[in-house]
């Protein structure tokens, strides 16, 4: 997503109560996690246990109370109960960064996007687009006609086709990069989610991404 010409990528990590791993792997990847806690219905045990994954992290949390277009919404009430977990809003003389939304309407998304840009420039977040790659991986599968594929999300540095790779256990060289529309690329600057033919077989999700200078560092750090 691109707002005021700043490009925000976002990782959704399902609120299911059995995500328990993905939530966790989520919060250790990201820099800015965003709680997002439905107005008519409140904190719920995977909500206190995404603040808890967030904290132990370290990383700053931005709170979306959705379903605000509801007639029994009540996002005071959300706010009164996240007190209890030490995320204070703003009007309650905190400084959680609040913002009542409606997915479904569409409504105060600007101010939402607004408060993670806001939160990135308080921290003063930036990284380096010179140096080889790194990442993480997401997931990765066999695909029937294309082999294994990794999808990764880049922490710093720019990969390129042609990169040679390691990941735990697999290595390969990127024969190409798709991005989240199904475009072909050349390069895939830092935040960029990209989609990875070349590896030599499946991945493991959360796994840490790193580009190597030749095809035989590659194979010797993935055997060891």
């Known amino acids: 997503i691109e707002s005021n010409s700043k490009k925000l990528t976002f990782i959704d990590t399902p609120g299911h109560a059995a995500f328990t791993e993905m939530r966790a792997r989520g919060s250790k990847l990201t820099d800015i996690v965003v709680l997002v806690v439905a107005a008519d219905d409140g904190v719920k045990p995977q909500t206190v246990e995404s603040i808890r994954h967030a904290k132990a992290a370290k990383v700053p949390i931005v709170v979306a109370i959705n379903k605000c277009d509801l007639p029994d919404a009540d996002p005071q009430k959300i706010k009164n109960q996240l007190l209890e977990h030490e995320l204070v809003a703003e009007d309650l003389s905190g400084d959680t960064l609040m913002v009542e939304i409606s997915a479904k309407k569409k409504m105060n998304l600007d101010k939402l996007l607004e408060a993670i840009i806001l939160q990135a420039e308080i921290l003063d977040l930036k990284t380096d687009f010179q140096s080889k790659a790194t990442g993480i991986v997401l997931e990765s599968k066999i695909d029937i006609g294309r082999g294994p594929v990794a ?61 190597l200078d030749s095809e035989k560092e590659a194979k010797i750090l993935s055997e060891n």
Not at 159 to 185: E, H, M, T, Y
Not at 192 to 203: H, V
């Open 151 to 211: 999808n990764i999300i880049i922490t710093s540095g720019t990969l390129k086709k042609g990169d040679f790779f390691v990941s735990g256990l697999k290595w390969g060289k990127v024969r190409a990069l798709i991005n989240d529309q199904g475009k072909n690329l050349d390069n895939a600057p830092p935040s960029t989610p990209i989609e990875i033919l070349g590896i030599n077989g499946a991945a493991k999700s959360g796994d840490d991404f790193i580009v």
